[in-house]
Each structure stands twice: as structure tokens, then as C-alpha cells.
């Protein structure tokens, strides 16, 4: 390599270490935030569903429900976002949900219960499919699968974070200002996302053009290697721009079956960890939250380095199908040995790891099909029929649990989804190379 051209090289990759790591660590605070609003209702149920009097159909309901709300408007948020920009709409998005999740400790009712998780998920909607079109503006496909492998680190740390401090919030609290430990649960994990909201409309900015941190030879750069991957998607006959072209696109209807498959298990694991962990013989609520924190610290890592090796090979179909079908089988080993702590602990983190490996890659292939408003609403739509598994997940979870009385069933219905999960991946990207 010339001089020259060397110089060049180091210059593009210094400009997007400096983008990464001005961006990535307010995306990956926004998304703990976000993940522990969302499913610290599993750890609240340890201690909420006695006081309520809630059985696990109704709470498995409720826990899903939210995906209704999410579903219905997923795609006009994204449409608001790339109109508005991601700063105004992404700190509205964690404001309110911040507001209802800390509301939530005022429900007394099954009804008072789903209306609160309607609620967040209406508010919540757009958040994550808004922060991977955001990357998008900034990142090109070549460095997309690490950066959004970092950002959804903060999905498995948020479990990592969210078990332990959940557990100690529930134990410590409970009975302070005649509070339940679960009431003090969503009330102080619920205000930090209102303040951080705030706090993103002065850290994030709408694109390189917009950031004053950027040397004009560095948004040059970043605009021009958008541009050039543009297009190439035009030449190579995708790059899909318009609203039609998004929803008319086979490939996003396979893809939204792909990340449904991963919903069910993802949810299934998300929502009722805490609840297994227990029936394992584990009652302490401060000790449940420390071990469900193993799994996903572990899953983290291994996803961190399943995403750089893939965008060094730009290979993604067995970086996703490789950990979904060790995933698949880690949930088989887990329902095998419903009382055997350790086997089942060991198929668990097994399903974790390939749960988040499965996710982290997946969403390359859908920004490396769209642009435009197509990637606007089609990011959108995927993620909306995706996580609608987000509802079945745990409704059919809880209907197994109440009525076969067979946990066992569960861990199976979520290895079967995640093995076709891989099988889809495998022939979704059949002699492709994204």
C-alpha cells in the first residue's frame, strides 16, 4: 500500500472510531434504559404477582400486551423520526416511556396491568428500529454489524445490570413509605429513562452534517462512503427507496419471519428467566437477579466477537444460523433437565448466546436490502411483526405453565423457533454475500 493511500486508510478508520465512540455509548445507555423499563416486569412478578392476585395466563397477558401497542405504531414513529430527526424523537420516545413504566407501580388490576404495558408499548414504539436506521446514517455496511453488535450489547447488560439491582431495589425497599418492593422497582428504574430523555436532545445529533465534533473532512468522508454504497445498491439491483418498495419486498416479509423465530425465543427467555430460576430452588429475590445475570454477561461477549468477525468476513448467514442453531439446542438441553440447576443454567446461557448473536447480525441484511423511506418504514415493519412474538411469546408461555403444568413444553416450542431462525437465515442469504 502506498503512502498516500495508507494515510487515507487510517484516516477513514480513525473517523469512525471518533463517530463510534461519540454515538455508540449514548445509543448504549438509551437501550439499557430502555430494556430494563421493558422487561423488569419479569423480576416484579416474583412479589407483585401475589400481591395482585395474578395468574400466570394473566400476567404472561400482560407482559405481552405491550407488543400490541409497539406493533400498531412502530411504523409511522419511524416515518416521524427520519421527518423530525432522531434527536427530538428519541428523547420524546424515552420520556414518556419513562413516565408510564415508573406509573406502573399504581396498577391494582388485571385491567389497571394491561393498560399500563399497552401504554409503554405505544410510547416505547419506534425506539429500536428509530436507533438502527440512526446508525445507518452514519455507519455503512461495513462497519454495521460491530456497531450493532455494541449497541445491542446493551440488551444482554441490561439483564446483566437489571437482575441484580432489580433484585436489591425489591428486597431493601419493600416497605418503605408503605411501598411494595415491585412498586419501588418501576418507580426508581423508570425515572432515569425521563432524565436521560432530556438529556439525549443536546448528545445526539441528526447526522454528520449536523455535527459540530466533525472536521469538514471527516463529514465529507462519511457522506461520500454512503453515497458510494448508495449507490451500489442501485447498480446491484436493490436499494429499495420508496414506502411500496418496502412493504412489497419478499425479502422483508422472510425477514420479519426471521426475527419473529427470535422473538419467541428471546421473549420466552426474557419475561420468565426469573420465574425458572426460582423453581430451580433459588428464593431469594436479590440471589435470582444475580444469576440471571449470567447468561446474558456471557451471551455479551460472545456477540461483541460473532459481530466483528463478521463484518471482517462480511459474512453473515452462518454468523446468524451457527449460534441460532446452538441456541436452539441449548433451550432443548434446558427443558431436558427442568430440575438439574446446573444443565439447565448451561442450556440457558447456551439459548442466550444464540439469541443475541442471532439479533446483532440479523440487522444487516434488512440495511443492506433498503434505503431511503423504504429503510425508514421497512426497518420498522420488520421489527413491529418481529417482536409481535414479543406478545405470543409469553401469553403461550403462561398458558403452558397454568394449564399442562409442563415448563418443559416452553423450552421447547422457544429451541424449535431459534433453530428456524438458522434454517431461515441459511436460505434467505443462499449464494449471497451482504
Known amino acids: 500500500m502506498s503512502a498516500p493511500a495508507r494515510d487515507e486508510a487510517q484516516f477513514e478508520q480513525a473517523t469512525y472510531h471518533k463517530v463510534a465512540w461519540r454515538l455508540i455509548p449514548v445509543l448504549f445507555v438509551c437501550y439499557i434504559f430502555n430494556y430494563i423499563d421493558r422487561v423488569n416486569v419479569g423480576y416484579a412478578k416474583l412479589q407483585m404477582q401475589a400481591d395482585l392476585q395474578l395468574s400466570d395466563l394473566v400476567y404472561g397477558t400482560g407482559a405481552g400486551i405491550f407488543f400490541l401497542g409497539y406493533f400498531i405504531f412502530e411504523v409511522p414513529s419511524n416515518l416521524i423520526l427520519q421527518r423530525v430527526g432522531a434527536r427530538i424523537w428519541i428523547a420524546r420516545i424515552m420520556i414518556t416511556w419513562g413516565l408510564i413504566s415508573a406509573a406502573t407501580m399504581f396498577v391494582t388490576?388485571?385491567?389497571?396491568?394491561?393498560?399500563?404495558?399497552?401504554?409503554?408499548?405505544?410510547?416505547?414504539?419506534?425506539?429500536?428500529?428509530?436507533?438502527?436506521?440512526?446508525?445507518?446514517?452514519?455507519?455503512?455496511?461495513?462497519?454495521?454489524?460491530?456497531?450493532?453488535?455494541?449497541?445491542?450489547?446493551?440488551?444482554?447488560?441490561?439483564?446483566?445490570?437489571?437482575?441484580?439491582?432489580?433484585?436489591?431495589?425489591?428486597?431493601?425497599?419493600?416497605?418503605?413509605?408503605?411501598?411494595?418492593?415491585?412498586?419501588?422497582?418501576?418507580?426508581?428504574?423508570?425515572?432515569?429513562?425521563?432524565?436521560?430523555?432530556?438529556?439525549?436532545?443536546?448528545?445526539?445529533?441528526n447526522g454528520p452534517r449536523h455535527a459540530k465534533w466533525l472536521t469538514e473532512g471527516e463529514k465529507a468522508l462519511l457522506l461520500a462512503r454512503l453515497e458510494e454504497e448508495r449507490q451500489a445498491k442501485i447498480a446491484g439491483g436493490e436499494g429499495s427507496h420508496s414506502l411500496r418498495d418496502a412493504f412489497g419486498h419478499w425479502k422483508v416479509w422472510v425477514l420479519s419471519l426471521m426475527y419473529f423465530t427470535i422473538g419467541i425465543a428471546f421473549y420466552g427467555v426474557a419475561f420468565w428467566l426469573p420465574q425458572v430460576i426460582k423453581e430451580l430452588g433459588y428464593t431469594d429475590v436479590l440471589d435470582i437477579g444475580l444469576i440471571s445475570a449470567i447468561p446474558w454477561f456471557i451471551a455479551a461477549i460472545v456477540m461483541v466477537v460473532n459481530g466483528i468477525h463478521s463484518d471482517r468476513t462480511l459474512e453473515r448467514r452462518w454468523h446468524i444460523a451457527i449460534p441460532a442453531f446452538i441456541g436452539g439446542l441449548g433451550?432443548?438441553?434446558?427443558?431436558?433437565?427442568?430440575?438439574?440447576?446446573?444443565?439447565?443454567?448451561?442450556?440457558?446461557?447456551?439459548?442466550?448466546?444464540?439469541?443475541?448473536?442471532?439479533?446483532?447480525?440479523?440487522w444487516a441484511l434488512p440495511t443492506a436490502i433498503l434505503s431511503g423511506a423504504a429503510a425508514a418504514a421497512g426497518i420498522a415493519w420488520i421489527n413491529s411483526v418481529g417482536n409481535l412474538a414479543g406478545y405470543v411469546s409469553p401469553t403461550v408461555v403462561g398458558w403452558i405453565r397454568q394449564v399442562l403444568h409442563e415448563p418443559t413444553y416452553a423450552m421447547f416450542l422457544q429451541g424449535t423457533s431459534l433453530i428456524c431462525t438458522g434454517l431461515l437465515a441459511v436460505l434467505l442469504t443462499r449464494k449471497r454475500r451482504t
Not at 155 to 171: A, E, H, N, R, Y
Not at 338 to 344: E, I
Open 331 to 362: 433451550f432443548f438441553l434446558a427443558g431436558l433437565n427442568p430440575g438439574g440447576a446446573f444443565l439447565s443454567m448451561l442450556g440457558i446461557t447456551a439459548a442466550a448466546i444464540g439469541i443475541m448473536c442471532a439479533v446483532s447480525t440479523f
Open 109 to 205: 388490576t388485571p385491567m389497571q396491568f394491561y393498560a399500563a404495558r399497552l401504554l409503554l408499548g405505544i410510547a416505547e414504539a419506534g425506539f429500536f428500529p428509530g436507533i438502527v436506521l440512526y446508525l445507518t446514517y452514519w455507519f455503512p455496511s461495513a462497519w454495521r454489524t460491530r456497531m450493532f453488535a455494541w449497541f445491542i450489547t446493551a440488551m444482554s447488560l441490561s439483564f446483566v445490570v437489571g437482575g441484580p439491582v432489580s433484585g436489591w431495589i425489591m428486597k431493601h425497599m419493600a416497605g418503605v413509605n408503605d411501598w411494595a418492593g415491585w412498586q419501588w422497582l418501576f418507580l426508581i428504574e423508570g425515572v432515569p429513562s425521563v432524565l436521560f430523555g432530556i438529556a439525549v436532545f443536546w448528545l445526539l445529533d
